[in-house]
């Protein structure tokens, strides 16, 4: 069988080479509870462009979310470096929004009042009207003007999830940063939403970086796929780039034969690694 995967070599995809986000020699240990410690990342090195589309799949415990969150600023290197635009990474910024998977609104908050907040709280000097208009954009953008005023319990998991999709990018980060964002959904949900976020990003570009456990939205959503090998001590084992040009069209890309063998190339490394 010919060979179509293409692994990249650790840089930005396509015509982006600049270096937006640079992990350099990340490692990241955690106090064990009887002491000493356990190095969870050991020697991450990694390139994101501006507007790219990063994957990150890896077995559980692996330290996807604990990555994750050294670059959201909510969590330090033990050593290494992580630089966005070239400043390192201290603590969190609106620069960087996080999509988390288990939602995180505020339960005394209507749908508009969750992603109002966001708006208050980085767009300090907008006016009332502009903040206004900018919560109808992004409710109308992820399909909930009829749910404005209802409540996170009043809502299924996927609203609230399209909830969190709009609270994180109405301010414009730079990067934005989801942890498993369609872990929690049914699979006709997760691909709606799927082809939604991806249909966003499609138009509005910015540098993101998705953890899933799910190589097939990794293809269909990415320009490159990191493969981390399994923790303790994980690191990257493979990063893959996607070929398909965007805008993309799952039915058309799944016929492909690189899809089929970049999918399976990705199983058998993770098998590798179980
Ligand atoms: N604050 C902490 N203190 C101690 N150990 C931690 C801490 N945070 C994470 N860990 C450990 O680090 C390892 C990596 O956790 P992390 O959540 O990053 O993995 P993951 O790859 O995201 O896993 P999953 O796919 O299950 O979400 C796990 O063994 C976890 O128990």
Redesign the pocket.
């Given at each position: 069988m010919t060979r179509t995967i293409t692994r990249s070599e650790n840089r930005t995809n396509g015509s982006q080479q600049n270096d937006f986000l640079v992990i350099e020699n990340l490692v990241?240990a955690?106090?064990k509870p009887d002491g000493g410690q356990?190095v969870?990342l050991n020697g991450v090195d990694l390139k994101i462009g501006e507007q790219e589309y990063i994957s990150v799949i890896?077995?559980?415990?692996?330290?996807?979310?604990?990555?994750?969150?050294i670059i959201a600023g909510l969590?330090k290197p033990t050593s290494g470096l992580v630089t966005l635009e070239g400043k390192a990474i201290r603590k969190p910024g609106s620069d960087r929004m996080m999509v988390f998977q288990s939602y995180a609104l505020l339960p005394w908050l209507t749908v508009r009042g969750n992603i109002r907040l966001a708006v208050d709280e980085v767009l300090k000097n907008a006016s009332n009207t502009e903040k206004v208009n900018l919560v109808n954009e992004h409710l109308a953008m992820v399909n909930l003007t009829a749910a404005a005023d209802r409540y996170p319990d009043e809502i299924s998991g996927g609203m609230k999830q399209r909830v969190g999709i709009a609270r994180a990018l109405i301010t414009r980060p730079k990067m934005l940063l989801m942890?498993?964002p369609f872990g929690a959904l049914d699979a006709l949900t997760k691909r709606k939403l799927q082809t939604q976020v991806l249909e966003i990003w499609e138009s509005h570009r910015q540098a993101v970086m998705m953890?899933t456990?799910d190589v097939d939205e990794a293809i269909y959503m990415s320009d490159r796929i990191i493969l981390?090998t399994n923790?303790?001590e994980?690191t990257i084992g493979e990063i893959l780039d996607v070929p398909f040009p965007h805008p993309r069209d799952r039915h058309a890309i799944q016929e492909s034969k690189e899809y089929n063998d970049l999918r399976l190339h990705a199983l058998d490394f993770l098998e590798r690694y179980q």
């Amino acid at each position: 069988m010919t060979r179509t995967i293409t692994r990249s070599e650790n840089r930005t995809n396509g015509s982006q080479q600049n270096d937006f986000l640079v992990i350099e020699n990340l490692v990241k240990a955690f106090p064990k509870p009887d002491g000493g410690q356990v190095v969870i990342l050991n020697g991450v090195d990694l390139k994101i462009g501006e507007q790219e589309y990063i994957s990150v799949i890896g077995h559980s415990g692996c330290g996807k979310s604990t990555m994750l969150r050294i670059i959201a600023g909510l969590d330090k290197p033990t050593s290494g470096l992580v630089t966005l635009e070239g400043k390192a990474i201290r603590k969190p910024g609106s620069d960087r929004m996080m999509v988390f998977q288990s939602y995180a609104l505020l339960p005394w908050l209507t749908v508009r009042g969750n992603i109002r907040l966001a708006v208050d709280e980085v767009l300090k000097n907008a006016s009332n009207t502009e903040k206004v208009n900018l919560v109808n954009e992004h409710l109308a953008m992820v399909n909930l003007t009829a749910a404005a005023d209802r409540y996170p319990d009043e809502i299924s998991g996927g609203m609230k999830q399209r909830v969190g999709i709009a609270r994180a990018l109405i301010t414009r980060p730079k990067m934005l940063l989801m942890d498993e964002p369609f872990g929690a959904l049914d699979a006709l949900t997760k691909r709606k939403l799927q082809t939604q976020v991806l249909e966003i990003w499609e138009s509005h570009r910015q540098a993101v970086m998705m953890i899933t456990h799910d190589v097939d939205e990794a293809i269909y959503m990415s320009d490159r796929i990191i493969l981390m090998t399994n923790g303790p001590e994980a690191t990257i084992g493979e990063i893959l780039d996607v070929p398909f040009p965007h805008p993309r069209d799952r039915h058309a890309i799944q016929e492909s034969k690189e899809y089929n063998d970049l999918r399976l190339h990705a199983l058998d490394f993770l098998e590798r690694y179980q």
